[in-house]
């Protein structure tokens, strides 16, 4: 289940979710591209170094692109964020902060979206609503199915 937002700063989305695996597992979901893509998008290209490259691609020939900021394995991942073509938010005009942490035997995932204009936080709080859960279902060992997106 996705936690709502728990952080007052207007311009940050957060979000959070248990999943059931422990973090070293969870991390390899947001640093390797073959698992990476097992929950977000149909392909993802990571360089997860400081900054590496952020590449994923979601339907449509839709991109999110941006570049890793920090890697501190198994507890936090930040990179920026936006998107190609034409959407209101550029790529790498915003940053994602993912920090694990471990809980009741599994992970707790929390992660803030910065800098998104006001118009995009309930786009944005969906599609990381939808893509938090599938994340859980797949670090946790199951099958979220095809990426509705992807």
Do not use: C, K
């Not at 691609?57 to 890697?71: K, P, S």
């Amino acid at each position: 289940m996705i936690d709502p937002e728990v952080h007052n700063e207007p311009d940050v989305l957060e979000l959070s979710v248990q999943i059931a695996a422990d973090p070293v597992t969870v991390f390899g979901y947001f640093t390797d591209p073959d698992r990476y893509a097992q929950w977000m998008g149909g392909q993802a290209s990571l360089d997860p170094v400081p900054g590496g490259g952020y590449r994923i691609r979601m339907r449509g020939g839709v991109e999110a692109l941006g570049r890793f900021v920090e890697v501190d394995p198994p507890r936090r991942v930040v990179f920026t964020w936006g998107w190609t073509h034409g959407h209101e938010v550029a790529p790498g005009s915003t940053r994602v902060e993912v920090t694990l942490a471990p809980h009741d035997g599994g992970t707790r995932v929390v992660l803030r979206h910065h800098g998104l204009p006001e118009t995009q936080r309930g786009h944005h709080r969906g599609g990381w609503e939808l893509y938090l859960h599938r994340l859980s279902i797949r670090a946790g060992g199951g099958d979220p199915g095809p990426d509705p997106n992807g």
